[in-house]
């Protein structure tokens, strides 16, 4: 995934399965943890981003691989379980049990980065459950 910012544009590759037709009517929040939407290039219903002036953006992107079991933590917010795992430079979240599978990238920058999951919960019911969840 490429991912640079300015202002208001952010570079978000699209994911493998983003023409999937759960993602096609994804609906994503306008704002998260204070941040406004952005545009993406390439435009796509299936990624979005948010950013607050010169700070790296939160990116969100739906279709990607549907994680299978894995050892990284998985935790629960509002219903919607996600797969957690540290980046050099913060987080990457992508739902569990469900189909297309979500993925949001949230930059140290809006540490405890786990807060800003609640805005995407909507948006991660889109998809649908697989029937696996967190133990």
Do not use: N
Not at 76 to 90: I, K, N, Q, S
């Amino acid at each position: 995934m490429t991912l640079a910012g300015c202002a208001t544009t952010v570079e978000v590759a699209p994911a493998p399965a983003a023409d999937s037709p759960g993602c096609a009517q994804i609906g994503w929040p306008e704002k998260v943890a204070e941040a406004g939407r952005a545009d993406t290039r390439p435009a796509s219903p299936a990624t979005a981003a948010w950013a607050t002036g010169g700070d790296p953006a939160i990116v969100a992107r739906c279709g990607v691989t549907v994680p299978g079991p894995t050892a990284h933590e998985c935790i629960a917010v509002d219903d919607v379980d996600w797969v957690a795992e540290r980046l050099d430079d913060g987080m990457r979240f992508t739902t569990y049990g469900r189909d297309p599978a979500v993925e949001v990238l949230v930059p140290d920058r809006y540490a405890p980065e786990p807060l800003v999951l609640s805005a995407f919960a909507a948006s991660a019911k889109a998809g649908a459950p697989t029937g696996r969840r967190c133990r």
